[in-house]
């Protein structure tokens, strides 16, 4: 435990707990305006409580620099606790029991987007704008929430930046560029309410669910989420904010410069185009061998293709109507998830081209002389075997909580190709289901899905790090 920098991590929590508490506060001004004024005190006793106890630790546990174990060891530990802090709202003004609510908000906080919800439409606006705002902030992360609003450059805010399973940068350090994608991800938020606003939506509507399309998270405010509406016009915005939301902002802010070749070049937007294409089409073949019109073939499998790829988990159909062809379809685009850089879990598109790709270099080195230096090339970039041994770790480890998390569920009693189904949509952090996911499941299946996501949402490796804490795991690290 001597090599875990124990009061730095509490201070950092401390600040982190500051910035949960005013994200709490802000539902209590929707629920001013709609009359809800219970609901309101509660949004701000919860809020003000968690910034004087952020305040306490962080005046108590100075922060310091970070090493990028104890920066793993942060990012963990906010993205468990947080869940806890806003999960009071769901315990006490939608009635919640305490494993349903931390489910809610770890499910909402992680841009996951299943719910314990049975009735949506009967919450609160209050509570159905925290839903949203929750992963909203969830879908950039909370801790490149607290870089850009709360923290200078440096070395630890550099380092808090990797923890969260994020690498890429438009500028120069790591806080220049998370306020750069707050911006961008701001404008786009004004221009996708602006949007379903004239597709018919009422404002409150249009705001929450350019919020959650962005996001890729997948709440609605509606029982029967976006089918709910029957617009194409609504349907197309959100698969278009949907895209948006699972591509790099780096290429959005390329594009956004001037750069739109980027759309072109970029090899993540190449192969997630290839890949919707080909499946929808797949998608849209199946359900019309069962009886739909082609055109309303293609309309549902386009958007439950998009909304599966992207890890945003809004639907246009009842998912357990799906034949086992269309689930598995829906299961592969949320194992493979959107770009790298974006809103999107899973584990990413940059990673699996990387381990297609390299199955042609390593024929290509087996096959040519010995010592004849063969480059991995991709999108014009030389990719290491580091590179390459990073990828296929991470999807081994991936693959590891998906088969785990279903062995456990069809243990449980659920079918083979659903337990699946929901696994995936869990840990892809989509939002997803044939029905599993409900108040009724039983508690094992409720905390395997929790760990599933938060798993998922950090790309795995911190929460490992985390639990080796208590085998001294981290003492072995250089």
Same mark, same amino acid.
């Given at each position: 435990m001597n090599s875990i920098e124990r009061p730095s991590i509490i201070g950092y929590l401390g600040l982190m707990?500051?910035? /949960?508490?005013?994200?709490?506060?802000?539902?209590?001004? #929707?629920?001013?305006?709609? /009359?809800?004024? /219970?609901?309101? &005190?509660?949004?701000?006793?919860?809020?003000?409580?968690?910034?004087?106890?952020? !305040?306490?630790? &962080?005046?108590?546990?100075?922060r310091g620099?970070?090493?990028?174990?104890? !920066?793993?060891v942060v990012s963990a530990l906010v993205w468990a606790l947080c869940p806890l802090i806003s999960s009071i709202p769901f315990m006490t003004i939608a009635q919640l029991n305490p494993?349903?609510?931390? $489910?809610?908000?770890?499910?909402g906080l992680t841009a996951t987007g299943l719910t314990?919800?049975? /009735?949506?439409?009967?919450?609160?606006?209050?509570?159905? $704008?925290?839903?949203?705002?929750?992963?909203?902030?969830?879908?950039?992360?909370?801790?490149? &929430?607290? %870089?850009? #609003?709360?923290?200078?450059? =440096?070395?630890? !805010?550099?380092?808090?930046?990797?923890a969260e399973a994020r690498t890429d940068k438009i500028m120069p350090t790591a806080i220049s560029t998370v306020r750069t994608i707050w911006w961008i991800y701001i404008a786009y938020t004004i221009l996708g309410t602006i949007l379903l606003f004239f597709a018919g939506l009422p404002l409150f509507d249009a705001l929450n669910h350019s919020m959650t399309s962005l996001a890729t998270g997948g709440f609605s405010i509606r029982n029967q989420s976006i089918s709910a509406y029957n617009n194409p016009s609504v349907e197309l915005?959100?698969?278009f904010l949907m895209i948006l939301g699972s591509t790099s902002f780096i290429v959005h802010y390329r594009v956004l410069h001037g750069d739109v070749k980027e759309l072109i070049k970029n090899v993540e937007v190449r192969f997630m185009i290839i890949a919707l294409i080909i499946f929808t089409l797949l998608m849209t073949l199946d359900l019309?061998?069962? =009886?739909?019109?082609?055109?309303?073939?293609?309309?549902?499998?386009?958007?439950?293709?998009v909304s599966g790829m992207s890890g945003t988990?809004?639907?246009?159909?009842? %998912?357990?109507?799906?034949?086992?062809?269309?689930?598995a379809i829906l299961i592969f685009l949320m194992v493979m998830g959107g770009g790298y850089g974006s809103t999107s879990g899973a584990i990413k598109l940059i990673r699996m081209t990387i381990i297609f790709k390299s199955f042609h270099w390593i024929i290509l080195k087996l096959i040519e002389p010995r010592g004849a230096i063969i480059p991995m090339k991709l999108g014009g970039k030389v990719y290491e075997e580091p590179a390459i041994m990073e990828a296929a770790l991470y999807v081994i480890l991936y693959a590891s909580f998906l088969i785990g998390g279903t062995l456990i569920f069809t243990f449980l009693g659920y079918p083979f190709v659903n337990a699946s189904f929901e696994i995936a949509s869990a840990i892809g952090n989509v939002g997803l289901t044939v029905g599993v996911c409900s108040p009724a499941m039983p508690i094992a299946g409720k905390i395997v899905m929790i760990v599933e996501m938060w798993a998922g949402r950090l790309?795995?490796?911190?929460?490992?790090?985390?639990?080796?804490? $208590?085998? =001294?795991?981290?003492?072995?690290?250089?």
């Open positions: 707990f500051i910035l /949960n508490g005013f994200v709490v506060v802000i539902p209590g001004t #929707v629920s001013i305006i709609f /009359n809800e004024l /219970n609901a309101a &005190l509660v949004f701000t006793l919860t809020g003000v409580a968690t910034i004087i106890l952020g !305040a306490i630790l &962080l005046r108590r546990f100075p620099e970070l090493k990028l174990k104890d !920066a793993m494993i349903d609510s931390y $489910f809610e908000a770890m499910s314990m919800l049975t /009735n949506v439409e009967q919450s609160s606006k209050g509570i159905l $704008f925290l839903r949203s705002l929750l992963e909203w902030v969830g879908g950039i992360g909370v801790i490149v &929430l607290l %870089l850009a #609003v709360m923290m200078r450059p =440096g070395i630890a !805010a550099a380092t808090l930046y990797v915005i959100v698969i019309y061998l069962r =009886g739909y019109a082609p055109f309303q073939a293609i309309r549902m499998s386009a958007f439950q293709c988990g809004f639907s246009t159909m009842d %998912l357990t109507t799906l034949g086992d062809f269309s689930k790309e795995i490796l911190p929460v490992i790090i985390l639990a080796g804490l $208590f085998f =001294g795991y981290p003492k072995k690290l250089p």
